[in-house]
């Protein structure tokens, strides 16, 4: 069985990408690979060109099976994920049913809660959305949007980079497809990217923190929030961590990152005692408020935190995005934002090369890449600052300057949080501008101190004269 437009030239010699003679054939016809998050979204921004989209999704429709076990159950989704969801209509939608929190709510072993808040006013939030909430929302968008198919249970097992032919598993048997544009937005151990990925100059890079993640619930207290809702919860450890988000039922999902093996790691707590005992002593204040933390431990799934870089994202009729172009780790918040990022980047790329293929797809690559590739390295050292570095007085104290100069210095100091979290600025240029902005702050101080010194001296000479 073939569905899908079938389109386009019949695969011609390769050229450089891998692609045939006619990779700068107008895109008619799309084909993405993976209804998570970012390929919904894109879905619906290529449907509003006027192009034909399939999607093919393995798993059967998560609004009528529910959310799968053993994914995050919500995400913080901020400036460039709302940016992109705006785009399709969505935004003011996902904002009504997601909890702004405006700061980190630090809990240590004993004595006070800390708070730190993420933008210098106090006011900007992040926002705690339902994963599955959001996905059903992009999925009935992309349903609604005139020229999208939706089709479920249909597992990409095979695809032909030159002439963009798909093979797809589903539990009626094989099926065949074809379109001018094959898009992977299939996760971070995707199937498009193996399918090209044994191609001659393809590059790929795939690292797993030795930190895993569980997730364990905080219910709702008598109706109520158990924890401050407007807060990101931190229980930070050291090299470990839990933290906690809100969601609208009043609940919070906590998730634990902790070592997957050695000392403090998932594998070390076995036994019920084991679990209470530890849980007593590295995070007192949330034993009480987690009635089912000896099941949750026992039973939820741990995940694996990984790195995915690969090079090129584009060969032949095949572009990736999201995850699986670049997975990266959790720990700035990032993952699906920047996945959203990538797809609107993708949809500017074919309209602003009149929807030609090649000139398209090597803009969406050059544009996207070195932006990705920040974003990993910010995400990594992320976790050092979550888990570690908040717990001490230096960071608190330079936190606090950053704040006092971002009011003084308004537009002109930013802090790299707000800059990766509240703007739409590209990644890659986050580094460089804070390098410039600390540099430019630094001489400041040096020059007044300088300065002071300076009328110091004057005032003790005049004086011993
Ligand atoms: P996915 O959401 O993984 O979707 C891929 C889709 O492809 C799935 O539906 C899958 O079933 C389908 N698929 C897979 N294989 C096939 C196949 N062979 N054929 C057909 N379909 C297939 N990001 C944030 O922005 N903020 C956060 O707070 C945040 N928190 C996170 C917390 C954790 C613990 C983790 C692990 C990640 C977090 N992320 C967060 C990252 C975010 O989840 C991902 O970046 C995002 O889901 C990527 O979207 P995607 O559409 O590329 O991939």
Not at 233 to 246: C, E, F, N, T, Y
Request: net charge neutral; aromatic share 8%.
């Amino acid at each position: 069985m073939t569905v899908g437009p079938t389109a386009g030239p019949t695969a011609g010699p390769t050229g450089a990408t891998g692609g045939t003679a006619a990779d700068d054939a107008a895109v008619r016809s799309v084909a993405i690979v993976g209804a998570g998050l970012s390929g919904c979204l894109l879905a619906a921004l290529l449907a509003a060109r006027g192009l034909a989209v399939d999607v093919y999704e393995r798993r059967p429709d998560p609004r009528i099976t529910g959310e799968e076990r053993g994914r995050s159950i919500n995400l913080a989704i901020s400036a460039r994920g709302l940016d992109a969801l705006s785009r399709i209509g969505l935004a003011d939608q996902a904002l009504a049913t997601a909890l702004p929190m405006r700061g980190r709510t630090l809990h240590p072993r004993s004595g006070e809660l800390g708070y730190q808040s993420y933008s210098a006013d106090g006011t900007r939030a992040i926002n705690s959305i339902s994963r599955s909430g959001l996905n059903a929302a992009l999925l009935d968008c992309a349903e609604q949007a005139p020229g999208v198919r939706l089709h479920f249970e249909h597992r990409l097992t095979g695809v032909d980079a030159p002439s963009g032919r798909l093979t797809l598993a589903t539990p009626a048997g094989q099926v065949d497809a074809e379109a001018d544009l094959v898009v992977g937005s299939d996760g971070a151990y995707s199937a498009v990217r193996r399918a090209i990925q044994f191609s001659d100059g393809f590059d790929f890079s795939q690292d797993y923190l030795p930190v895993g993640y569980k997730e364990l619930t905080i219910p709702a207290r008598n109706g109520n929030f158990a924890l401050d809702p407007q807060s990101l919860h931190i229980w930070p450890r050291g090299g470990s961590m839990m933290i906690a988000l809100p969601n609208t039922d009043r609940s919070f999902t906590c998730t634990l990152f902790w070592p997957k093996v050695g000392e403090g790691s998932f594998a070390a707590l076995q036994t019920p005692q084991q679990i209470t005992d530890y849980f007593d002593r590295e995070y007192p204040d949330a034993v009480p408020l987690m009635p089912t933390l000896v099941d949750d431990f026992q039973y939820n799934p741990v995940g694996s935190l990984v790195t995915v870089r690969c090079r090129p994202w584009v060969k032949g009729r095949v572009a990736l995005l999201g995850d699986a172009a670049h997975a990266i780790v959790p720990f700035f918040g990032q993952g699906a934002n920047c996945s959203f990022e990538d797809c609107v980047e993708l949809d500017a790329a074919l309209a602003e090369s009149g929807l030609r293929r090649e000139p398209a797809l090597q803009r969406y690559q050059a544009r996207r890449k070195p932006n990705t590739d920040a974003i990993a390295a910010l995400a990594l050292e992320n976790f050092v600052e979550m888990s570690d570095k908040v717990n001490s007085k230096v960071f608190q104290w330079q936190t606090r300057t950053r704040h006092l100069l971002e009011r003084a210095l308004s537009g002109r100091y930013v802090s790299r949080y707000e800059l990766v979290s509240f703007t739409t600025t590209p990644y890659a240029d986050i580094e460089p501008r804070i390098r410039r902005q600390d540099l430019a702050v630094g001489a400041a101080a040096a020059v007044a101190t300088a300065a002071v010194a300076g009328a110091v001296k004057a005032v003790l000479t005049k004086r011993d004269r």
